[in-house]
């Protein structure tokens, strides 16, 4: 392991790129469960749901496209976007700092 990856901003670093990423997965997951038509019923499509409306709760209803998978995948994607880049950001901040 490097020697950056053994001080504590560079362990708070990587917990913030790693909690960012996850945010990334969840909003990319819900995405991906709309445009497939996911049965809406079922637990886990519930659970991530809500994580995605709660995460993207200020991007959500940004766009007002047409199309209703438009709306999703620019209002969600773009909250998947802005986590992963400030996220990494701040990371790489706490890693040169």
């Not at 392991?1 to 996850?22: C, E, F, K, L, Q």
Request: proline share 1%; aromatic share 12%; charged share 15%.
């Amino acid at each position: 392991m490097s020697p950056r990856y053994r001080t504590g901003s560079g362990s708070a670093g990587t917990v913030i790129a790693v909690v960012a990423d996850v945010m990334a997965v969840i909003l990319g997951l819900w995405i991906l469960m709309y445009l497939l038509d996911a049965n809406r019923a079922n637990d886990l499509v519930r659970f991530i749901h809500g994580a995605a409306d709660w995460l993207a709760g200020w991007s959500r209803d940004l766009f007002t496209f047409d199309e209703a998978w438009a709306r999703v995948v620019a209002g969600y994607g773009l909250a998947a976007v802005v986590y992963l880049f400030i996220g990494h950001a701040v990371a790489n901040r706490l890693h040169r700092g």
